[in-house]
């Protein structure tokens, strides 16, 4: 059974740094991309990065030069470092597994608030 599980998050003044975690079990990350996706209070989920399996990350435009996907291959961990953050990252943020283009499974997220 694979299981994600994020944690890292809490509540940040603006300008400050988070570092989210997703921890996986029963799934080498490695060999999957994983994606990083937030979903703010009465808006819809988005996309906020990934990385593939070589290695290669993507941003979405919003997030470029403030945050950095990394991952662990020891640890079987995917890092989210979160710089510069502003009030509007605040939201629930998500990470997941997937190949050929879908995401098959899901954290169940963490909060990040960020205040002005």
């Known amino acids: 059974q694979v299981q994600l599980a994020e944690s890292g998050g809490g509540l940040v003044q603006a300008g400050g740094s988070l570092r989210l975690s997703c921890a996986a079990s029963?799934?080498?990350?490695?060999?999957?991309?994983m994606g990083w996706f937030r979903q703010a209070p009465g808006k819809e989920r988005e996309f906020v990065g990934a990385?593939?399996?070589?290695?290669?990350?993507y941003y979405t435009d919003s997030v470029k030069g403030r945050f950095t996907i990394s991952r662990d291959n020891v640890k079987n961990t995917v890092y989210l470092q979160m710089n510069s953050l502003k009030p509007e990252d605040t939201a629930i943020y998500y990470c997941?597994?997937?190949?050929?283009?879908?995401?098959?499974?899901w954290g169940q997220g963490t909060q990040v608030t960020v205040s002005s």
């Open positions: 029963g799934r080498t990350l490695s060999y999957y991309a």
């Open positions: 990385i593939s399996r070589s290695g290669s990350t």
């Open positions: 997941a597994s997937g190949s050929n283009g879908a995401y098959e499974y």
